[in-house]
Each structure stands twice: as C-alpha cells, then as structure tokens.
C-alpha cells in the first residue's frame, strides 16, 4: 500500500472514497441505521473536498484502500474498507499522520469501541465527553489527545473561598461554608481552603474606590497561591461573592488557552472603582477582561481574556455605564428579562472552544422563588440592579446542557445567602450552652 496526500480532488476519487467511507462506516457504526447512514453520506462528498489534507492509502492499481482527513493537527476522519480491516492499515495512516502532520487529537463516537480500542492502543486517552455529536445528535462523542491528561487522572480540586469582605455581606461566608455539605461528596475532589478571617462585624474603609482593598488583595493572593501549590487540571471553586473566579479562572486560562467563560449572573460584573459602588465582587469579570483597577489586574498572571470569550446568560437590565463599556469592548451580551440564550447558541458557544469556565451566580434565580439570594433580603439594595427571572428548573437545564457537550474545567458557586439559615445560626451562637 502507499500512503500519499491528494492535492487534486477530482470527482472519480471523491466518489472511490465514499464507498470505502460507506462500507467502513457499516462495518463500525452498528448504531446508525440505514437511514441515517444515508443522510450523513449527502455530507461526505463535501468535507472530502474541504479537509485540509486528505491522505489516502491505495494499492498497486491504485485504487484507494483507506482515508484520512488532517486538520490543524486534529484527526478529522479516518475509514477503512471492510476488506482491510484487521491488517495494520489504520496504524500505518495513523502513524503517518502523526509523524507527518503531528496529529494529537480527534474525536470518535463512544458506541463505536473498537475505534476508542484502536485509538487507545495507539496513545491517545479520552479527556473530554459530549453528550450529543458536532451536528447536535444524540451520539455521544469521546475528545481524544496524545498530549492532554485523561479524564481518569485529571486533577480536580474544590476551593473553599468564603470572601465575604468583597460583597460587603457576612452572609456571604456562612453560604460558602453550607454549599461545602450541599454538594456531592465526592473523595477524589480534594477541599482547599483559602485562608479569609471570618467576619468581625466591623465596617471596613474604601480605599481607592474599592472597599476592604487590602482583605481583598490578600483573599485573592492566597487563593492564587493554594492554587499553584495543588497545580490541579480543574477547579471547583466555593464562593464567597463573585470575586472568587478571579484567582481560579485566570490560573486556568494559563493551563489552557483556548477557554470560553459562560457567565450565569443577573449582573454583568463589570463596574469599575469610579462607578461609585465600591465592592469588588461587581468588578470580578472587568478585571478578567483586562479593564478593572490596577490593583485587581496585577493580581493576575497570565493574560486578559477576549471579549469574544465571554458568554452572558440570564442578565437582566443594565446601569448605562454598564452598557457602554460592554459596547465598548465588544461583548456580545443580551438582556434576558423575558427569553434566556437558546440552546443552539449555547451551544455554538461551547463548540468555538476546547475548554469551558462557567461561573454561577447564584443571584440569576429568582428570589420570587429561590430565597437563599441576594434579593430575597428586601432591604438590600447592592449597586442598584435588580434580581434574576430564571427558575431552579430552567438552571438545571442550562447546567446540563452545557457540562454535557462541554470540557468543563472550571466551575464556580458564588453568592449563596441562606438568609435564614444564617439568622439561625446566629441565634444559637449567642447562647452559652453551644459556646462554652
């Protein structure tokens, strides 16, 4: 057999490789009816023809045996005909491929397990798990590397950061510390907790329009430092207010560059010190944009990330000042008082990028209905904006959604305030007999 990469794709060779492509795909995919083979070979022609090398196996009369498509060192497709199977074919292209357009990736269906054999077998570990295909359809797919950690020895860790000073709530540090019993145990998530005094109940200055400026900075270094020191692959972070992404995210955008952030808030986080409310937790994603206060942006060590990084969902109306500087940058965000982001384009989202950030803002349901958030208190009044319209029911299915097509390697829990449990709490503190 010799192996060779086609520059001129001419109709009579699409067509020799599509029934090699038709027979493999029989002989593999027992779970595609004949129908759905059908309708999946109407595409073939054309992603023959757009690959960026086509690489194909043929005999002495050169009749074509095997295929492969490369792209960006991603192995796109690779199909042998039925009659070849079992003889080294798909090694000898695979090999080829990698020595010759270092392919280090590629996805493959996990009802097919002869080809997740294969690939194993021949160094690539699954790292990512889809629940649906590229196309949206209910087969599963299996995200493969040579040089990423498999999903079995990743590293993960949950990082306990009760930052209440940044919210300028005590609350804030009695939630993070319930949400820790509130979640799935789970022993192989290790729990990493971030040195914050608890409240003092003492008001706190504002210095350079940030207020509590120094518990703030510190809280942030300590957590970039717990961080580094367990070097994890992901990280569950416990919040706290919303400051508690800016440690986690930015030491994952380091591990991982190609990285989108779903922001789930009622908020879009983005004030500035001059805006005139002086927490910090509302500055969290302006300082990973690149834009927030000196102080906030020397905190972080690997970079700024791009507008077109960020996807907004369940916000609510926005102060103008707000408004203009997401216009500014050029954040494609909308205002989702009455229909939250569809599925398709959550999922066109997730789809641009190798690796997912999601930060919950527990302030996105609404308080009519969910009343351990900010706006189920109605004395409090924070910046000004309002609360959140979206359901438990609804947030489920936005999480599902998005954990199941998605690497997800980031995922932080901010801003539960269980009134009432702390009101509680803080009965029983003030009596002896729990105290002595």
């Known amino acids: 057999m010799k192996i060779i990469e086609v520059k001129n794709r001419i109709s009579e060779l699409i067509n020799c490789l599509l029934e090699v492509w038709e027979g493999s795909v029989k002989a593999t995919h027992l779970f595609l009816s004949d129908r759905e083979i059908k309708n999946i070979k109407e595409y073939v022609p054309q992603a023959?023809?757009?690959?960026?090398?086509?690489?194909?196996?043929?005999?002495?009369?050169?009749?074509?045996?095997?295929?492969?498509?490369?792209?960006?060192?991603?192995?796109?497709?690779l199909f042998v005909a039925p009659?070849?199977?079992?003889?080294?074919?798909?090694?000898?292209?695979?090999?080829?491929?990698?020595?010759?357009?270092?392919?280090?990736?590629?996805?493959?269906?996990?009802?097919?397990?002869?080809?997740?054999?294969f690939y194993e077998h021949m160094g690539f570990r699954v790292y990512k798990r889809t629940e649906l295909d590229e196309q949206g359809n209910p087969y599963p797919l299996l995200y493969m590397s040579r040089t990423e950690k498999?999903?079995?020895?990743?590293?993960?860790?949950?990082?306990l950061?009760?930052?209440?000073?940044?919210?300028?709530?005590?609350?804030?540090?009695?939630?993070?510390?319930?949400?820790?019993?509130i979640l799935p145990q789970n022993e192989r998530q290790p729990l990493v907790k971030v040195d914050i005094a608890p409240p003092d109940h003492k008001e706190k200055e504002v210095e350079e329009g940030i207020y509590a400026r120094e518990k703030v900075l510190a809280g942030i270094e300590d957590a970039a430092k717990k961080i580094e020191g367990e070097?994890?692959?992901?990280?569950?972070?416990?919040?706290?207010?919303?400051?508690?992404?800016l440690a986690p995210f930015d030491y994952l955008h380091g591990k991982y560059k190609d990285t989108g952030i779903i922001w789930i808030d009622s908020h879009p986080d983005v004030s500035s010190a001059e805006d005139g409310y002086p927490n910090a937790h509302a500055m969290v994603l302006r300082t990973l944009l690149g834009y927030g206060p000196e102080v906030l942006s020397e905190r972080m060590r690997h970079g700024s990330f791009e507008p077109s990084q960020v996807l907004y969902i369940g916000l609510q109306p926005l102060h103008d000042y707000q408004e203009r500087f997401l216009n500014d940058i050029g954040v494609d965000y909308k205002v989702q008082e009455e229909t939250f982001v569809?599925?398709?384009?959550?999922?066109?989202?997730?789809?641009?990028?190798e690796h997912i950030l999601v930060h919950l803002d527990v302030d996105v349901l609404d308080e009519h209905f969910f009343h351990s958030t900010y706006f189920a208190d109605p004395e409090l009044t924070g910046d000004g904006?309002?609360?959140?319209?979206?359901?438990?029911?609804?947030?489920?299915?936005?999480?599902g959604l998005i954990?199941?097509?998605?690497?997800?390697?980031?995922?932080?829990i901010a801003e539960y305030l269980p009134f009432d449990e702390y009101k509680l709490h803080k009965m029983f503190s003030g009596i002896s007999l729990f105290i002595e």
């Open 48 to 77: 023959l023809k757009s690959v960026e090398h086509l690489v194909i196996a043929e005999d002495e009369a050169g009749c074509p045996k095997a295929f492969m498509g490369i792209e960006d060192g991603s192995l796109e497709m």
């Open 83 to 117: 009659e070849e199977r079992g003889k080294g074919l798909g090694k000898r292209l695979l090999r080829y491929g990698i020595e010759n357009y270092a392919v280090e990736r590629l996805a493959v269906n996990e009802q097919n397990p002869q080809a997740k054999g």
């Open 150 to 159: 498999s999903l079995e020895t990743m590293k993960t860790i949950r990082l």
């Open 161 to 181: 950061y009760p930052d209440h000073v940044s919210g300028g709530l005590e609350a804030y540090y009695f939630g993070a510390h319930l949400l820790t019993h």
């Open 231 to 245: 070097k994890p692959d992901r990280i569950i972070t416990i919040g706290g207010n919303c400051m508690v992404s």
């Open 342 to 353: 569809p599925d398709h384009e959550i999922l066109e989202f997730v789809k641009k990028f």
């Open 385 to 399: 904006s309002g609360g959140g319209k979206m359901t438990i029911e609804k947030l489920t299915e936005v999480l």
């Open 403 to 412: 954990t199941k097509n998605a690497d997800v390697a980031g995922f932080t």
